[in-house]
Structure formats: C-alpha cells, structure tokens
C-alpha cells in the first residue's frame, strides 16, 4: 500500500475483527494500531443500498467508525451506498473525518468539543467519523 499512494499505513483491522495477542504483537512491530469499528452495515451480505445505510445510520453515535468494503462489491453498488450514507449523514449534521482525527479524542465516547453533532458542539468543525473504536486486547 506504501508505495502507490507514497504514504505507509498506520493502522491494522482485522479480518472479520478477529484478533488475538498475536495480531497485537505483529501489529506494534510493524507500527500499526490494531483498530475496529463501532458501525457496520453488513454490505458483503444485503445488496440493497437503503438497507445498508439505515442499518448504520441505526448505530451513529458522535466518535463512530463505521465499516464498509470496497472488495468483492459492485463498484455502482458501492457509490450508491456512499453517496446515500454520506447524505444522511449530513442531514443528521454528522461530519465525515478521518480515522486519525478520531483517535486524537483524549475520552471515549468522545465528548462535545472532540466529535459532535454541529447542534450540540462547541467546535468550529465539529465531526463525525464513519470509522470504529480503537480495539484493546485485555
């Protein structure tokens, strides 16, 4: 991945979310955070955009990460499906930022000031993120 886009990657899902001490080990050596998700819209299983986006939009809470593929899905299907959450989204005054931006919440959930609906935030640009939660291994 580092060397088309020219940046290295810096963290590590799973595969269906699975982990153990060893993906956490393998993970810190290569300098990856090992992270999840708090939202998922089960796009490898219903076919049916409106279905995916109203299944995640279900499970939006400010901070959320939310899982979504790009492989094995028809490429129509999977712009539809973005476009149609991305819009719903904003309608809910969710803003869309990035993975990193959301781990530099210092509280989890993240409070306003950090993430929030624009409504109930203090912050100029307050965010949502379509991302998950950092996974911790006990």
């Given at each position: 991945?580092?060397?088309?886009t020219?940046?290295a990657?810096?963290?590590?899902?799973?595969?269906?979310?699975?982990?153990n001490?060893?993906?956490?080990?393998?993970?810190?050596?290569?300098?990856?955070?090992?992270?999840?998700?708090?939202?998922?819209?089960?796009?490898?299983?219903?076919?049916?955009?409106?279905?995916?986006?109203?299944?995640?939009?279900?499970?939006?809470?400010?901070?959320?990460?939310?899982?979504?593929?790009?492989?094995?899905?028809?490429?129509?299907?999977?712009?539809?499906?973005v476009?149609?959450?991305?819009?719903?989204?904003?309608?809910?005054?969710?803003?869309?930022?990035?993975?990193?931006?959301?781990?530099?919440?210092?509280s989890?959930?993240?409070?306003?000031?950090?993430?929030?609906?624009?409504?109930?935030?203090d912050?100029?640009t307050?965010?949502?993120?379509?991302?998950?939660?950092?996974?911790?291994?006990?």
């Amino acid at each position: 991945v580092g060397e088309p886009t020219g940046a290295a990657p810096k963290f590590l899902r799973p595969a269906m979310g699975l982990s153990n001490p060893r993906v956490f080990q393998v993970a810190r050596a290569l300098g990856l955070k090992v992270i999840g998700w708090t939202a998922r819209g089960y796009d490898t299983r219903l076919t049916e955009p409106d279905r995916i986006v109203a299944r995640i939009v279900r499970q939006v809470r400010p901070g959320a990460i939310i899982l979504l593929h790009d492989g094995d899905i028809p490429v129509e299907r999977l712009l539809i499906t973005v476009k149609a959450l991305l819009d719903s989204l904003r309608k809910l005054e969710y803003e869309v930022v990035r993975l990193d931006r959301i781990l530099k919440c210092k509280s989890w959930p993240p409070s306003p000031g950090c993430f929030c609906p624009r409504s109930r935030c203090d912050q100029p640009t307050p965010c949502f993120s379509p991302w998950p939660i950092p996974a911790r291994f006990p």
